[in-house]
């Protein structure tokens, strides 16, 4: 069985499945979505930034000898 891809409305499907926001709501909405996306690319930014610095600092630490707490025989 192959699946079907979703057909691709027509405009007035579109337009309808859009819903029908005043304006003014629709502007919100979309200053809303701007404001998120951007937040979340700043969050992304910021970890992937701790991640550059941990992987640089890793390459450049010395390895160090494993000691346990156990007396050797």
């Not at 700043?42 to 450049?60: G, T």
Request: hydrophobic fraction near 35%.
């Amino acid at each position: 069985m192959s699946k079907k891809e979703p057909r691709t409305p027509d405009f007035e499907q579109a337009l309808a499945e859009l819903g029908e926001l005043p304006l003014e709501q629709a502007l919100t909405q979309f200053e809303r979505g701007m404001a998120l996306a951007r937040s979340c690319q700043d969050a992304l930014k910021q970890a992937e930034q701790k991640v550059e610095i941990l992987l640089a600092r890793s390459m450049q630490a010395e390895p160090v000898p494993f000691e346990t707490d156990e007396p050797e025989d």
